[in-house]
């Protein structure tokens, strides 16, 4: 198991592809790059070593030849917000590790990461390849550090650890949330404050403590901090801590993020939301079906994650169709499920470009359709089947046989 | 007594038995009334309708194109080409596809409803293994946001279930998907009670972690034996009472049990079993026991293992309510096929349906019955729009035992009828407009139609 800190990522990228990866082109495609390129056709993607070398080129060079007869191409699907390869069955105590009472900004479940787990497979029916797992955390109001990692289902599949702190703010059971932002806002004022005075007075300059370390990443804009919140009056009360601390926001959840949507982006605030999310909540009695297209309208760049168990993780493509039938654009859609993903979370993923990771989907169709699957997937580079348990036990009770079904393999 | 000849016998017979009355008058009879909450739906403002030249889904198998459905007195009338009626509103519904109302069997809108809230939380009375006495419907609250977003996704008609923390939950209630503000302007008339039976981690989670039975799988058996036994007994008593009524005698009813009652409407086959059950093993069990104890198992929910005993389901008659893709949530959740609902459905004499189990999928039953489609036509089946849709009409009507009224677009059926911008099985599909006995209950495009509950009116 390889564990990449950010500033190790564009290293990480050329060493850890397999020595036995092939340069692979895929011809005739509509690539959707998610970058400025936009929409290619008839285009043509090579890859080597685990990274994109080269789009539309003069003469194509590659090992293996794919013509993808003009089906679409576009970037791995992103996941986050959920507890992939944390949880196996969420009822069974002993496969859940995504989750400690005494848990605290400094948590990172990424030691816990089970690549092995069923529900990765099952997932990459979904075009998924990479995925934000999150921490559920314990009391404290942080929740721990997200990491990264890809669904290749292979040992060494974490790409990054500590990608973003995690906090959970706005309705509580017990107490007020006034207690929560306050402690919040003091936490960030204080270890300001603490920092400052350690370069004051170099010479007494104590190594600060593991949880300040974190805080201070944050006072320094060098990772996210990711806020659970629906409320508009929280999602105020945040944008005025990301002024006053310069802090790198996101906002998920964000369930009456319509009420607040022009403050959010001129903020310049990613939302991370679940795209079907329109029941009422006493905080969040505006979410609508049109909530996603409303806060894109207002300029704000929306991420989508699948809410609810990660189990269903799978659906986030569906999630976003529906979306597009609620007046969001299929280009934008495609980017809350790729490319602004990655950027909410300052990670190496999510646009078809030249020196990125290969970690590409051949569609049947649309992506966003029921009716589409996918018919190939790269996760760095590497082919990469989308077969999962719950094919074989299909396959098992739908075959002749005289015998009792266990001997159907 | 050989003395006597036939007719002296006869005399002095007839003699005693008037001698008996008079002497033994008989109580007024005990009467149970079964329906003491009865339905006051009424029919919205309804106009004869015709919807033109639309692809329609019949829900009774048949799939016809540039076809017209002619609504009249609330009723389908008509469906096929170039229909006409007096004074008909006419709705072009050329490139559109037509379907039957939707149905979902399994819902908790109203008991568990948005806001969720501790004070609105009535879905389950958790707190013994048996509560057969209680009836969701003493717990619906009809402004529930959630019937109004259902009903934008098409659902005409909706049973609303107890939780699954008992082995006997309660009593089901079917709604018809209309704004009220009563639970009785909702229920659906004549529509025969359920009973929410549930198998399996859940009764023995909650009442195994409180050291009360059942804390295992055998404790969940025993429990319903033991409660079937009682009511077969009750049944008896009841029966007796009623044949020596008849018979003229002046025997005293049993005493009146609400939990019993319920059981006995099973025995009598007026209740329909509605038995949360994943696992095959269980359903298998499940069956058994209701042929120990006389009656039909009914549909199963959540039936995630229905596929390794399909034939066994199709035999017996039994429904199986499934979800397209739920997984790993718990144990008897883990064996997940997304082709199960095709499984189920291939076999003869089979009743697959699709549920939701959820105010959100709800919005969506349709799109849940596409993945099913076309993730099984991936791998082997040749399953059709039309067949699909009797997931999430016909086929669920019939688990309701409400076939003779709603679920398909026959004629004389209720006018239950959506109006879809496309192929309902589309991830872009929308239900445009949504009919209930004719009446226009729902309009995308007609602020007119669209009812809000007194929840969400006025709110800041």
């Given amino acids: 198991m390889k564990l990449f800190k950010a500033s190790l990522l564009t290293l990480a990228l050329t060493s850890t592809a397999s020595a036995y990866a092939e340069s692979i082109a895929v011809t005739n495609a509509t690539i959707h790059t998610m970058t400025e390129q936009g929409v290619l056709t008839n285009a043509t993607v090579v890859f080597d070593e685990g990274v994109i070398t080269a789009i539309n080129p003069e003469t194509v060079n590659a090992d293996t030849s794919i013509d ?20 196996e069955v969420s009822a069974v105590s002993s496969t859940r590790d995504s989750s400690e009472k005494k848990a605290n900004i400094t948590f990172d479940a990424s030691a816990a990461f089970n690549p092995k787990s069923t529900v990765i497979p099952y997932t990459r029916k979904g075009g998924i390849t990479t995925n934000i797992s999150v921490p559920r955390g314990g009391d404290d109001m942080f929740k721990g550090q997200a990491f990264f990692a890809d669904l290749s289902g292979e040992f060494d599949s974490i790409r990054m650890t500590d990608v973003a702190v995690i906090v959970d703010l706005g309705a509580k059971r017990k107490g007020s949330r006034a207690m929560e932002i306050q402690k919040l806002r003091h936490k960030l004022q204080d270890t300001k404050e603490a920092l400052s005075k350690a370069k004051k007075d170099k010479k007494d300059a104590k190594k600060p403590k593991r949880a300040d370390q974190a805080i201070n990443a944050l006072l320094a804009g060098e990772k996210p901090m990711i806020a659970y919140v629906d409320r508009a009056t929280d999602i105020l009360a945040l944008l005025a801590l990301k002024k006053e601390f310069s802090l790198d926001l996101v906002i998920a959840g964000a369930g009456d993020a319509v009420s607040v949507a022009d403050e959010i982006a001129q903020a310049e605030v990613p939302v991370i939301m679940g795209a079907i999310n329109n029941l009422p909540s006493f905080d969040a009695l505006h979410r609508t079906l049109a909530s996603a297209s409303t806060l894109f309208d207002a300029g704000v760049n929306v991420a989508y994650s699948v809410s609810g168990d990660t189990h269903n993780l799978y659906m986030l493509r569906f999630d976003a169709g529906i979306s597009v039938a609620n007046g969001v654009s299929k280009e934008n859609a495609l980017k809350a499920v790729t490319a602004n993903v990655a950027d909410a979370f300052n990670i190496d993923a999510g646009r078809i470009a030249v020196g990125k990771k290969a970690d590409l989907v051949l569609w049947s169709g649309d992506p966003f359709e029921l009716s589409t699957r996918v018919e190939q997937m790269w996760i760095d580079g590497v082919e990469t089947s989308t077969l999962s348990r719950q094919d074989a036990l299909r396959d098992r009770y739908t075959a002749e046989t005289n015998m009792p079904r266990a001997y159907v393999k | 007594m050989q003395k006597f000849i036939p007719s002296v016998l006869v005399a002095a017979i007839s003699v005693s038995l008037t001698a008996c009355i008079q002497s033994e008058k008989q109580d007024e009879k005990v009467e149970i009334n079964k329906n003491p909450y009865p339905s006051t739906y009424q ?116 049973q609303i279930l107890p939780g699954s923390a008992n082995l006997f939950g309660g009593r089901g209630v079917t709604l018809r998907n209309v704004p009220s503000h009563t639970m009785q302007g909702m229920k659906f008339p004549d529509a025969p009670y359920g009973l929410k039976m549930a198998c399996g981690e859940n009764p023995k989670r909650v009442y195994g972690s409180k050291k009360v039975s059942p804390a295992t799988r055998m404790g969940n058996m025993a429990g319903y034996r033991m409660a079937w036994a009682e009511a ?190 496309s192929n309902p099985f589309s991830v872009y599909a929308q239900a445009e407009q949504v009919f209930i006995d004719g009446a226009k209950v729902y309009d995308r495009f007609d602020d007119k139609y669209q009812a809000v509950s007194d929840f969400s009116l006025g709110q800041q």
């Fill in chain 1, 68 to 87: 993808a007869g003009g089906k679409t191409l576009t970037p791995g699907f992103i996941g986050s917000m959920n507890q992939l390869g944390l949880v």
């Fill in chain 2, 43 to 158: 029919v919205l403002p309804q106009q004869t309708t015709i919807i033109r030249n639309a692809t329609v889904l019949t829900g009774t198998g048949e799939r016809l194109d540039n076809a017209d459905v002619l609504m009249l007195d609330g009723k389908i009338s008509q469906v096929g080409a170039s229909l006409s009626a007096d004074g008909a509103v006419i709705i072009d519904a050329k490139g559109k596809w037509v379907t039957p109302g939707v149905i979902d069997v399994h819902s908790h809108l109203g008991v568990y409803p948005s806001p969720s809230a501790e004070s609105h939380s009535d879905g389950n009375e958790a707190t013994q293994p048996n509560t057969s006495e209680v009836w969701a419907e003493h717990s619906v609250w009809p402004q529930d946001p959630g019937f109004n977003r259902a009903r934008a996704g098409g659902i005409t008609t909706l």
């Fill in chain 2, 232 to 421: 077969v007994e009750y049944k008896r008593a009841w029966d007796k009472y009623e044949a020596d009524y008849a018979e003229g005698k002046n025997s005293e009813a049993p005493a009146r049990d609400i939990e019993l009652d319920t059981l006995k409407g099973v025995l009598d086959g007026e209740i329909k079993i509605h038995n949360h059950c994943y696992k095959a093993e269980e359903m298998a069990m499940m069956i058994d026991l209701s042929k120990e104890f006389g009656y039909h198992a009914g549909t199963f929910h959540h039936a995630i293992e229905a596929y390794k005993i399909a034939d066994t389901l199709a035999e017996n008659g039994n429904c199986a309510a499934m979800w397209p893709d739920w997984w790993g949530f718990k144990m008897e959740a883990y064996d997940m096929i997304q082709e199960n609902v095709a499984v189920v459905d291939s076999k003869a004499n089979s009743c697959a349906v699709v549920h939701s189990d959820s105010a959100t999928t709800i919005q969506r039953l349709n799109q849940e019955a596409g993945k099913v489609m076309y993730r099984a036509n991936e791998n082997g089946f040749d399953i059709k729009p039309k067949d699909a849709i009797t997931w999430i009409t016909a086929n669920a009507a019939k688990s309701l035992g409400i076939e003779d009224k709603t679920g398909s677009l026959a004629s004389g059926k209720s006018a239950d009828v959506v109006i879809w911008n």
